[in-house]
Each structure stands twice: as structure tokens, then as C-alpha cells.
């Protein structure tokens, strides 16, 4: 079992920046992907980014040129979120798949202003 708890979301004005952070632990495989959905009022959970423990990212079109995952290790990655818009707006979840099975965070919410 994996848990992850994601950190760094909050409030911030059109263009601005914010850093998300996700921590897992209990049983973790040194080889998984771990990456950020987000899911908006009335929309489905998107993938935003990714990236496998071996170090190749992933994004989506709207979060290229903006946003850039990282990785500490197995456990950590973060998602650096520049030049941020209204439409960013929803609550960004953390998760990590793996050899057992696909795991989520609780989420947290970024609320972009205009």
C-alpha cells in the first residue's frame, strides 16, 4: 500500500507561480511512475504530467512550456507551476503507479484569479 500526501496548492493571481509537492510512503517500488492529474468543476480528471522514476517526463499541451515535473527519488515529485492561468484552476491530484497497483492523494486545490 502507498499513501501520498500532496502539499502546495492555494491562491494566486493570473501569471503567478506555485510549486506542488508529493510525498509517498508505506511500501514503495523503486521503479514506478508518478505524475499530476487535475479535475475541474463539471470536468473529467486529467493527466497534467508525468514521470517514470527513470526520468522521462510527460505533458500535457496545456501544461507545456508552464509547468515542469521533478523527481527527488522514488517518493517525491514535484510539479513547479509558472505563469499560471484561470483555466489551471481545479484540484490537482498526486499519483503513483506501480507493479501492485495505482494510488492517489487526497488532492489540493489551486485557484488561479483573474
Known amino acids: 500500500q502507498v499513501q501520498l500526501v500532496e502539499s502546495g496548492g492555494g491562491l494566486v493571481q493570473a501569471g503567478g507561480s506555485l510549486r506542488l509537492s508529493c510525498s509517498a510512503s508505506?511500501?514503495?517500488?523503486?521503479?514506478?511512475?508518478m505524475g499530476w492529474y487535475r479535475q475541474a468543476p463539471g470536468k473529467q480528471r486529467e493527466l497534467v504530467a508525468s514521470?517514470?522514476?527513470?526520468?522521462?517526463p510527460y505533458y500535457a499541451d496545456s501544461a507545456k512550456g508552464r509547468f515542469t515535473i521533478s523527481r527527488d527519488n522514488a517518493k517525491t515529485v514535484y510539479l513547479q507551476m509558472n505563469n499560471l492561468k484561470p483555466e489551471d484552476t481545479a484540484v490537482y491530484y498526486c499519483?503513483?503507479?506501480?507493479?501492485?497497483?495505482?494510488?492517489w492523494g487526497q488532492g489540493t486545490q489551486v485557484t488561479v484569479s483573474s
Open positions: 499519483n503513483q503507479n506501480n507493479d501492485r497497483g495505482s494510488y
Open positions: 508505506g511500501i514503495i517500488f523503486s521503479i514506478n511512475v
Open positions: 514521470m517514470h522514476s527513470g526520468g522521462s
